[in-house]
């Protein structure tokens, strides 16, 4: 057989797709891979089913569909302040996994090299890799998850940094990033003359006091900020797979051309359908923020009562749990004990971090309050995995 291309031949699995496969054979509550069991708002189905009968069906424009892309420009507008032109400074894509790609392609050269905050979702190392550059890694210390501005400035001063991916808030540690240091990314951003390529999916699930900068907003940094972003999380559709890209027309005509052949573009009935959901008032929104404050309360008070300790997040959904009275070196083996002893799906936290981290797991709790009950129930229990 043929050899296989070199680009592809350090690829694992994603491990947190991994672990819903391990969640499923065992049977277990699957708290691992991030998506909610609750529906999305009826008024979103509702028109889905119109768009049923009533199409469209084939391709719509490929850089997004111009009420999708009117409709984004002013729910961007509305939150964040920034005038956004519907015709050149957006694309949509088949979620911010596509938007993140094509963001990637769109401005790294191989060789290049790209800072990641430590502990990252793990699409970005793979990311990188399929763009041809190189990532360097700058950790987010627990238990606060803050850094340290001299790492910082080493890793985006080095010479073919290009970019900085921020997650914010971050999956996996529920970091939202305060406007100081926003701040402080951006000043460097500007000094070395870099992008800062945003993933933004959980702006709308935040907890108070705590709230969303938009580092597009911040001064000199619209030309310089590529944010992706989806409808997944904001409106329990992660398998609808509607994402975008919002950056400065130079920019996004670049991105045009790399999302039209990665994927031509996003489902033409689910853009129109979605439509509903970008037209929501506030209200929508301050209801989602009680709707995950609820349900994150609910899922820590548990951890606490089971006598688990962890670090609170201050925004979207994961919470990253500390197993190091469990006695395992292997936290995916431990990750697997847990889904076939206890009844329980995690990802193990080693998957998120640079750094020799094996002591964290990461659970979720996009889940309706039976399904939380139910896990916290069988957490109870987590104690017979002590070695
Ligand atoms: N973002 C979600 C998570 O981190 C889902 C990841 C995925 O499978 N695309 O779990």
Redesign the pocket.
Known sequence: MPALSTRTETFTD?V??RMTRVSDEYGAINL????PDFDPPKAITDRLAEVAKTGPHQYALTWGAKNFRDALARKQEHFSGMKVDPEKEIVVTC?S?EAMMAAMMSVCNPGDKVVVFSPF?E?YGADAILSGAEPIYVPLKPPTFTFDVDELEAAMKQPGTRALILCNPS??CGKVFTREEMQIIADLAIRYDLFVITDE?YEHILYKPHTHVYMSTLPGMKERTIICNSLSKTYSI?GWRLGYVIACPEVIERVKKVHDFLTVGAAAPLMEAAVVGLNFDDTYYQWLQEKYTHMRNLFLDGLKSAGLSFVEPQGAY?VLVDISEFGYTDDEQFCIDLAKEVGVGA?PGSSFFREDVNHLIRL?FAKQDETLLAALDRLSDIRRLKK
């Open positions: 994603s947190i797709r691992s891979q991030g998506f979620g996994t979702y699409n999956n996996p999916v992660t994961y990802v979720h």
